[in-house]
């Protein structure tokens, strides 16, 4: 029997008023204790994936499943509740975080939000700030005072006060030097395992989504494009889109780089995408076939599947 998903989204669409199609039926299963990354271009429909997850942004069609549950009837039953269960870390953050608040404000209040009590909470969030590896005066001072690692770890504090289930991304490592990028990719990995955590990690950066998850989601123009276990992804993409993204990333393997694949033209509007593959405009392998008829998201071999006419077939 195949183990349910922890989250499920299924056929998701995001339709804004002018006919900007942000999400065009979006399918993406994520497993508990997992890591999934999410990558693609900017405008690509990352940030509304995200944003449908969090409730933040309903679907115009599709639906979200946590545990099997409908998050229409998760939301019903209590907005807080769900609320506990998924939580954000914002790119910016230093500019997540309130410059009024202290420190330790800043990290007591979603407990204050949730009407637990604070004093039991100050115990668990002074074992948080030890674990993260955060100096003891660091709840005395504020946002504007600490460095950009420190806020990221602050961020990181703020989001498992309240031992949520799953924890989204938003490029977690964007800013920050090389150096201090490992070691928050070690926490990151660490915390996952102690916490019982899922990561949803969306990123621009390629090697950090290497590095770090286990499957990779592919988005171009609204749409997943492909999926698959990371390291088949990276070694032979399917799709030629994915094809091109990761020939951009840089290997200091001689023996593991890629000629670097050039799109022509630029990413076409949401509002009028291309008929049929809406890759097709840029797509050095088009046929007539893809300019006319829609490919669906099917499997591919190897736990991945591929949204392609002409799939690449796993050529490296």
Do not use: W
């Amino acid at each position: 029997m195949t183990k349910q998903p922890l989250i499920a989204m299924t056929g998701i669409s995001v339709v804004y008023e002018g006919g900007v199609r942000a999400l065009d039926d979006v399918t993406l299963e994520i497993a508990r204790g997992s890591v999934v990354g999410l990558v693609g271009e900017s405008g690509s429909g990352k940030t509304t994936c995200c944003r449908v997850l969090t409730n933040l942004v309903e679907p115009t069609c599709g639906t979200v499943a946590i545990d099997g549950v409908p998050l229409a009837e998760i939301i019903g039953r209590g907005d807080l509740a769900f609320r506990r269960r998924i939580q954000m870390l914002l790119q910016d953050a230093v500019a997540s975080l309130s410059p009024r608040l202290s420190v330790s404000a800043l990290v007591e209040e979603p407990l204050r939000i949730h009407g637990e009590p604070v004093a039991e909470g100050r115990v668990r969030i002074s074992e948080l700030f030890r674990r993260l590896g955060l100096p003891a005066d660091i709840g005395s001072k504020y946002p504007h005072q600490i460095s950009g690692g420190q806020a990221r770890r602050v961020a990181i504090a703020r989001a498992l006060v309240l031992r949520p289930e799953v924890i989204i991304a938003d490029e977690p490592t964007a800013g920050l030097d090389v150096s201090v990028q490992g070691d928050l990719l070690n926490l990151l990995q660490e915390l996952r395992s102690e916490f019982s955590l899922t990561f949803l990690i969306v990123s621009h950066n390629l090697s950090v989504v290497r590095r770090i998850t286990e499957r990779t989601a592919v988005m171009y123009l609204g749409q997943i494009i492909e999926e698959a276990p990371t390291p088949q992804l990276f070694k032979a993409p399917a799709h030629p889109y994915t094809a091109a993204l990761l020939s951009t990333n840089p290997s200091l393997d001689p023996g593991r780089r890629r000629a670097r694949i050039v799109l022509k033209g630029e990413i076409p509007s949401v509002v009028n995408p291309p008929s049929g593959c809406r890759f097709h405009t840029r797509c050095a392998h088009v046929q007539e076939r893809c300019r006319t008829n829609v490919p669906q998201l099917r499997p591919a071999g190897e736990g991945r599947q591929v949204r392609c006419h002409f799939p690449l077939a796993g050529t490296a």
